[in-house]
């Protein structure tokens, strides 16, 4: 039952007499020769079944699971969640468009979250028909009405409030103090409530909060949503009802599990019941904004070996895969697990794993205790399915990753390998 499990909460385990790496039971090798190195992996499997954890937990209330696009928004990921009931949260102009292109009918579950947005992008989102814009300052939401009545429209809102409360996790990725850049001071959210709802053009619909991401304990999503719903309760008292919570994302995965340790079903089970009962008797929809979550683990970036090179008392595993195709080591000093595809036996040594591009700051991880590997060899970061292709781009004039989507037995290239053309078609000389 155990191992069932963890198989599940993770994907990629040895098969076959051989050992080889595979991805619910497809080779990474046989993908890696079919595509080509670096790529991704991803099991649908998984992904659905993250979602699923999220919408049986919050079963008992009427709620929307609205996946958080920024963590990987390949087409066909977004696709995979639409067709299972998935909304979406997005913070762009271009993941609006992705959001169409996948799943047209998904529209009216969007949520339009960021703290900078453009007039054109709240047209595009007001034709769209999105469910609701999640409002991160007063000129914000003067925008957002003068757009609104050039179209006659009325535009549903959330003041996305900062509750004031800290969350451990890395600096870069942790929003809900007041010294943040997001959100309106939660002190100030009710006369604004207050006066939006004279204006003809807009319409108290909710409140948002996200307070970070990749927080691993329950308490501080507790501790924001005590303090929405009491403001949701004054409202109410004063005649503004909300119809939505909106809790945000920010949930955290153990990349450091190594296969065992982490229940993703009991994390998932204990932040909603820490929301649940900070909602206190609101009767609304909930709305949760989780991305890490579902597709962090369903995901491996498969990369080869180029070399194994000492300088000194070092050693240095060269791959093909760089800082360019998974930044967040070199961004957040980020811990993703690294095995070899195929297994050598032989002692472990301590090795550094870096990538080809010209910074220093170009590695997946330091002083590492590896089984041997040699130049050809294939390894597989694992736990990359979330803010890797995301945040890939073309520094060092590197060409991006290929994507493939298991699902069951079978698998689909779901993006193909950048091309040199690719990466000329935008420049004029
Ligand atoms: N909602 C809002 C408004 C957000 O800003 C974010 C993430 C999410 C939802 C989803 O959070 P999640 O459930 O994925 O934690 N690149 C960083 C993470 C940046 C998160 C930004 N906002 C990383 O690789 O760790």
Redesign the pocket.
Known sequence: MKSDQNNLSRPFHAAGARGVLACDGVSLQALAKQYGTPLYVYSGTQIVERLRLFQSAFAGREHLVCY?V??NSSLAILKLLAENGAGF?IVSGGELARVLAAAPEAAGRVVF?GVGKTAEEIDAALDAKILEFNVESESELALLASRAKKRGVKARFALRVNPDVFADTHPY?S?GLREHKFGIDIRQAAAIYRAAAKNKWLEPHGISV?IG??IRSADPFGAAIRRVSKLAAQLRSEGVSLCVIDA????GIDYHAGGDASDPAAKVAEYAAAIEKALDGFEGRLLI?????IVAQAGALVTRVLNVKKNGKKTFVITDAAMNDLI?PAL?Q?YHEIVPVKPRAGRTRVVDVVGPVCETGDFFARDREMKPVEAGDLLALLDAG??GMA?SSNYNSRMRPAEVLVEGKKYRLVRRREEMRDLLATEMV
């Open positions: 958080a920024k963590a949260d979250s990725i929003t996200h991401s990749q945000g994302g920010g949930l904004e989780p991305g890490r979550f967040r957040y980020a979330a803010y945040q």
